[in-house]
Every structure is written in C-alpha cells, then in structure tokens.
C-alpha cells in the first residue's frame, strides 16, 4: 500500500527566501509524481509532473527532483513571495492494475511580505 | 486548463439524502478516478473507471458508486448522505501514465 509524507505540515518563511518542500512514498513502482498547488478552498493547480524515468522538472521559480529508488521528492522555490502562500501536495501516481494517484496531506506554506 | 470540468461547483444536501455529481474528461481519456478530500486532508481516493467498468476502489463504503459513459462523461453518486460526506469531491481523467484534475465540486451536508 502506498503512502506518502510531507514534511513540514506548514512553513512560514519571509518574502525573498528560497524553501524546499518533501516528499517521502514507500513503494517506488511509479508512474509519475506531481506536485499541487491548493488555495483555500479551491481546486488543484498543477505545478510539476515528473514520469518515473526523469530526475526533475523545472517551470519558471520551481524545480521539482525525483529519488524514485529512495522514495523522495522535493520542491524547490526560489525567491519566494507572498502569492506562492498555500498549500502543496505531493501526489504519487501508481503503476500496475489500476492506476491510483495518492496523495499527501500537503505543506501549508505562508510567505510573509 | 486541463480540459477536465466538474457540475455543479457547490452543492448543499441535508443527511439522509442522495447526490450526484458530473465530470466531463477531454475525448480519447480511458480512465476516469474520483477522490474526496475532506478539510484539512490530502485527497482520498474513492474509484476508478477504466472503460465503463470500476476496476480499483479505495475504503469507500457501497453508498459511493459511479458509472462511466461513452461520451467521455462521468457521474458520482453517493446515496444516505452523512455529514462526513461534507468534502471537495474531484475527479480525474487520463490515460495509464498521466491524470488530469478538475476543479472539483464542493459538497456541503446538513
């Protein structure tokens, strides 16, 4: 059974400052891996996907690293700023039978002006 | 815009009664998935659909069942509401290797 962690639940960090985010799964046969942005109450934005044969991906202040072998993700953002406030969820995509996404409970993240 | 869109985007229901949400996934899309992510929490997978027939469902009791059209459409119903019940339902579409996430219908129980 998969399942996978974030660490930390939530951060706060000041505008300006470059943060990681983590991700840790216990099954390493993958498809692919994806990070989310969640706003209150809102829906998922997808940020990231890296396929189980690539090492990372990047889009603009983001970069995303994939260790499939050691079950660990993270997410790089660079210079953060106050719109980048909210949350992050990882989120596993298994391969075999039927292909099921499992997620984390996510990182809350607060940039503070 | 993932070409995935999601009816109604909220939705209040009292206990006891029965709901059913839609998802429209883009043309050529083999799997549809739903997951409920209730406040606070990390999705949670509920079933997917892979040719108009479930074939994975998660810790979800039988009041949670779906259906799958050849239109690419897709329906979640969930009968005996309970205030647990109350959580952003998503759903998902795709093909083995990827999924695509719609905005998801917020479901509200009394």
């Known amino acids: 059974k998969q399942e996978v962690t974030q660490i930390p639940a939530a951060l706060s960090v000041p505008e300006g400052e470059n943060l990681v985010l983590n991700c840790s799964f216990t099954?390493?046969?993958?498809?692919?891996l994806q990070w989310f942005r969640q706003d209150p109450g809102k829906g998922l934005t997808s940020l990231l996907l890296?396929?189980?044969?690539?090492r990372e991906q990047t889009s603009g202040r983001l970069n995303a690293s994939l260790d499939k072998s050691s079950g660990r993700s993270t997410l790089y953002i660079a210079a953060s700023q106050p719109g980048d406030s909210a949350t992050y969820l990882c989120?596993?995509?298994?391969?075999?039978?039927?292909?099921?996404?499992?997620f984390g409970t996510g990182t809350k993240l607060q940039v503070i002006p | 815009e993932t070409g995935v869109t999601q009816s109604p985007t909220h939705l209040i229901k009292t206990r006891g009664q029965q709901v059913t949400l839609r998802c429209s996934s883009q043309s050529g899309h083999n799997t549809v998935s739903w997951y409920q992510q209730a406040l606070g929490q990390g999705p949670q997978f509920i079933f997917q659909y892979y040719r108009e027939e479930e074939n994975g469902r998660g810790n979800f009791p039988p009041r949670f069942s779906g259906l799958q059209f050849p239109n690419y459409s897709s329906e979640l119903n969930v009968n005996a509401l309970e205030l647990d019940d109350s959580a952003l339902y998503l759903c998902a579409s795709g093909y083995s290797n990827e999924q695509f996430f719609g905005p998801g219908t917020r479901l509200t129980v009394l």
């Open positions: 099954d390493s046969a993958i498809y692919n």
């Open positions: 989120a596993v995509q298994n391969s075999g039978g039927y292909q099921k996404v499992t």
């Open positions: 890296i396929q189980s044969s690539q």
